[in-house]
């Protein structure tokens, strides 16, 4: 069964920074895309940061300059390292990626979530 394993967040001042990981873990036959979105309190869900299996990359305008995505070789772990941390980047930040899985169809998956607060 795939899954993805998210680690990192936490509380960071306002010009600090975090670094996000997520795992893909199950057997897949491809991974199209791999990255990750973010809700806040009352907002919709929106993208933050996406990698391509051809390592093209794509931002939120509102974070260019600031966050950085990155892979793995292996393709199944991917980084969102986040600098210049504001307060409105609060959110809980989720993992999401595009996969074939080894029995089964292409599909969007979910990691659970995890919270990222800036704030002094």
């Known amino acids: 069964q795939v899954q993805l394993v998210e680690s990192g967040g936490g509380l960071v001042q306002p010009g600090g920074s975090l670094r996000l990981s997520c795992a893909v873990s199950g057997s897949t036959l491809m991974i199209s895309s791999i990255g990750w979105h973010r809700q806040a309190p009352g907002k919709q869900r929106e993208l933050v940061a996406r990698i391509t299996s051809d390592g093209s990359t794509n931002y939120a305008d509102s974070v260019k300059g600031r966050f950085t995505i990155s892979r793995d070789n292996d393709e199944r772990t991917v980084a969102l390292q986040m600098n210049s941390l504001r307060p409105e980047d609060t959110a809980v930040y989720y993992c999401?990626?595009?996969?074939?899985?080894?029995?089964?169809?292409?599909?969007?998956?979910w990691g659970q979530g995890t919270q990222v607060t800036v704030s002094s």
């Open positions: 999401n990626a595009d996969i074939t899985p080894q029995y089964g169809l292409i599909r969007a998956y």
